[in-house]
């Protein structure tokens, strides 16, 4: 799943300093990131894509289970 984000306001959010903002766009136009993110210029400005996923898993058993089991369940 792909999020695009506008750099702008990003940093804006993040409250970056001038000098970070630079540091990143620098950042952005360099490998690894610039594959990885794919900036590029939109009518909105500066956008960059992350990748995400949403993963379900689940225990066997009660491995790592740190609260008691219910009565019911015993």
């Known amino acids: 799943?792909?999020?695009d984000i506008g750099f702008e306001?990003?940093?804006a959010r993040m409250r970056c300093t001038d000098e970070t903002v630079a540091r990143l766009k620098d950042m952005l136009d360099a490998?690894?990131?610039?594959t990885l993110l794919r900036p590029r210029e939109t009518a909105d400005?500066?956008?960059f894509t992350l990748?995400?996923?949403i993963v379900l898993a689940a225990k066997p058993g009660n491995l790592g289970?740190?609260?008691p089991m219910p009565e019911r369940h015993r």
Request: aromatic share 6%.
């Open 51 to 53: 990748r995400e996923a």
């Open 31 to 34: 490998e690894p990131l610039r």
């Open 45 to 47: 400005g500066l956008t």
């Open 1 to 3: 799943m792909d999020q």
């Open 65 to 67: 289970r740190t609260a």
């Open 9 to 11: 306001a990003w940093v």
